[in-house]
C-alpha cells in the first residue's frame, strides 16, 4: 500500500511546511496552517540537448550559443555584461513604479528588432501595454500574451520559440500542476523553475519582472535569487527623476554594475555619465559636502557625500546614515574623535550620500570623515577637490583599488586636488590639504 504523506501551508501567504505551524514564519499569521496530501508532481517532459546523459567534453561544448544580443540601450548592456545572453534568465526587481514594466518593454522593443519577442502580461490588459506602447513610440514588433497561465504559454512556444520572452510579472503567473494560487512561494518557485528549463533548452533570453517586500527582499522566496542567472534590481527613490539600476548577481558578468535612467514622458533615459548627474563641478561647495571617487561595479563614478553635524540638544546624540553603512559612520566618528579631536559625542551626525545612490565600498572612508569635519568646522572642503580612501582605526590612510582610474575620472570632471592614499599618509594629512 502506497504511504500517503501531508504537507502543510499557510493560507494566507502559501508558505510550506513539512509540519503543523501555530505561526507562519513568513507572513507571521497566526493559526494559518491548513494540510493537504503530498502529492508528488509529473514534471514537465525534460528533453536532453546533449547525446544521451553522457557527460560532454568541455572542449566538444559549442559555444556559439552564447553570442550575446545587444539591446540597443548601451549602459543596460554594459550592466548586463555586454548584452543579452541567449538561454538566461535574468530577473528584474524593485518597488512599484520603479519603471520596471516601462524598461521591460523598452528592452522588448529593441529585441523585436533582432526576432521574435513575446511579452507575458499578467499584471496589465493588453490595452493597457498597447497605450503604454504608443506612450514610447513602440510601434510593432512584440507579440503580446494575456494570459496568466504558464503552461499554456509555455506549450502555445514550443512549436516556434521567441529569441526573447518577458514575463510581468512572475507574481501574477500560474502553473495548474503546482496546487497553490498564484503569487505563492511555491508557485513563483515553480514558475521560475519551468522558465529556467524553457530559456536553456531552447536558449531564449528570459526576463522576468519581479515584486519586492517593503524590506528590500524579492516578494515570495529569495530563493528565486538562487535560480537566476542575473539579478537587476531598481534602488533609490522611485519617485525621483532618476533610477539606478543595479545588478546584484551575475552570471555573465561582474555585479554592483549600475546603470542610471531618467523617467521622461516617453520612457526611461539612459545617463551615459553619471558622475555628472551625482557630483556635477561646482564653483564652490557648501560646508559638509565632499566628491567621493567611487567604484561601482567596473567603472569609477564620482559621488557626493553630504555631512550636517549639529549639537545634541538632550539625550543620546543622535547617528544617521542615508545610503552608507551605520557601522562604518561609527567607525569613522571614532577615528575622528580620538585621532583629530573632534568632540563628536556631544553632537548628532546625519550623513547621506546624493542621489540615492548606495555607496558601501571602505573607499568612501575618507570622504564621509572629511564631510562630517567640514560640517563639524563649518568650512567648505577646497572646491576642487575629490578623496578616496580606507580609514585604519589609528587614523592611517589605505590604499584602495583601481586608485588611477577613480583620480582620472575626478580629473576628467574638473577636480584638480586629489586627496588620496598615493599622497596622504594619514587622516590628518588629509585634514590640512582639504581646507587649504
Ligand atoms: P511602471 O513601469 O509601470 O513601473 P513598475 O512596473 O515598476 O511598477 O511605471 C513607473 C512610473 O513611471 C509610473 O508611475 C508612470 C511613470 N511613467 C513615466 O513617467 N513616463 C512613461 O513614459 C511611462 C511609461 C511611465
Ligand atoms: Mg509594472
Given amino acids: 500500500m502506497p504511504k500517503t504523506h501531508s504537507v502543510y501551508f499557510c493560507s494566507a501567504c502559501g508558505f510550506e511546511s513539512p509540519r503543523w505551524l501555530g505561526r507562519c514564519p513568513q507572513c507571521e499569521a497566526w493559526n494559518s496552517f ?5 502529492s508528488r508532481k509529473t514534471a514537465a ?3 536532453t540537448t546533449t547525446r544521451g546523459s553522457l557527460p560532454t567534453p568541455l572542449h566538444e561544448i559549442d559555444e556559439r550559443r552564447v553570442e550575446r544580443i545587444p539591446t540597443g540601450l548601451h549602459e543596460y548592456d554594459a550592466v548586463l ?35 521574435s519577442v513575446v ?9 493597457q501595454v498597447k497605450l503604454r506602447a504608443r506612450r514610447l513610440r513602440i510601434e510593432a514588433g512584440i507579440l503580446v500574451a494575456a494570459e496568466t497561465n504558464l503552461r499554456t504559454v509555455l506549450e502555445g512556444l514550443e512549436p516556434a520559440p521567441p529569441l526573447a520572452l518577458i514575463v510581468d510579472s512572475i507574481q501574477t503567473v500560474w502553473l495548474p500542476e503546482s496546487e497553490s494560487y498564484a503569487g505563492s512561494v511555491a508557485q513563483v518557485r515553480d514558475c521560475t523553475q519551468a522558465l529556467m528549463e524553457f530559456a536553456k533548452r531552447h536558449h531564449c533570453a528570459t526576463l522576468v519582472v519581479g515584486h519586492v517586500t517593503k524590506d528590500g527582499a524579492i516578494a515570495g522566496p529569495r530563493l528565486l535569487e538562487h535560480l537566476v542567472d542575473t539579478v537587476l534590481y531598481f534602488e533609490g527613490d522611485a519617485n525621483g527623476e532618476h ?40 564653483a564652490e561647495r557648501p560646508s559638509g559636502s565632499t566628491i567621493v571617487a567611487s567604484i561601482l ?15 545634541t540638544s538632550f539625550g543620546t546624540p543622535r547617528r544617521l546614515a542615508n545610503n552608507v553603512d551605520q557601522q562604518r559612520l561609527a567607525m569613522i566618528l571614532a577615528i575622528l574623535e580620538r585621532r583629530a579631536g573632534m568632540q563628536l559625542g556631544t553632537h548628532d551626525v546625519y550623513v547621506s550620500v546624493a542621489g540615492g545612490l548606495r555607496v558601501s565600498e571602505p573607499a568612501a572612508d575618507l570622504g564621509i570623515a572629511l564631510a562630517v569635519a567640514s560640517s563639524f568646522r ?11 580612501g580606507e580609514l585604519g582605526l589609528s587614523g592611517e590612510l589605505r590604499a584602495v583599488n583601481a586608485a588611477a582610474r577613480r583620480e582620472a575620472e575626478a580629473r576628467k570632471l574638473g577636480y584638480r586636488t586629489i586627496l588620496s592614499p598615493e599622497r596622504l599618509s594619514d587622516l590628518e594629512a588629509a585634514l590640512r590639504d582639504a581646507f587649504a
Fill in 119 to 127: 511579452y507575458v502580461c499578467g499584471e496589465e490588459s493588453a490595452a
Fill in 297 to 311: 561595479g567596473s567603472r569609477p563614478v564620482l559621488i557626493e557625500v553630504q555631512a550636517l553635524v549639529g549639537e
Fill in 34 to 38: 491548513d494540510e493537504r496530501p503530498f
Fill in 378 to 388: 563649518n568650512r567648505p572642503i577646497r572646491a576642487d577637490a575629490a578623496a578616496f
Fill in 81 to 115: 555584461g555586454g548584452g543579452v545572453v541567449p538561454g538566461s534568465l535574468t530577473l528584474l526587481g524593485g518597488p512599484p513604479g520603479a519603471g520596471k514594466s516601462t524598461l521591460a518593454l523598452q528592452i522588448a522593443a529593441q529585441l523585436a528588432q533582432r526576432g
Fill in 45 to 47: 517532459p525534460r528533453r
Fill in 243 to 282: 533610477r539606478i539600476l543595479r545588478a546584484y548577481k551575475n552570471r555573465f558578468g561582474s555585479i554592483d554594475e549600475i546603470c542610471v535612467f531618467a523617467m521622461h514622458d516617453s520612457g526611461l533615459r539612459e545617463i551615459e555619465n553619471p558622475s555628472e548627474l551625482f557630483a556635477g563641478a561646482r
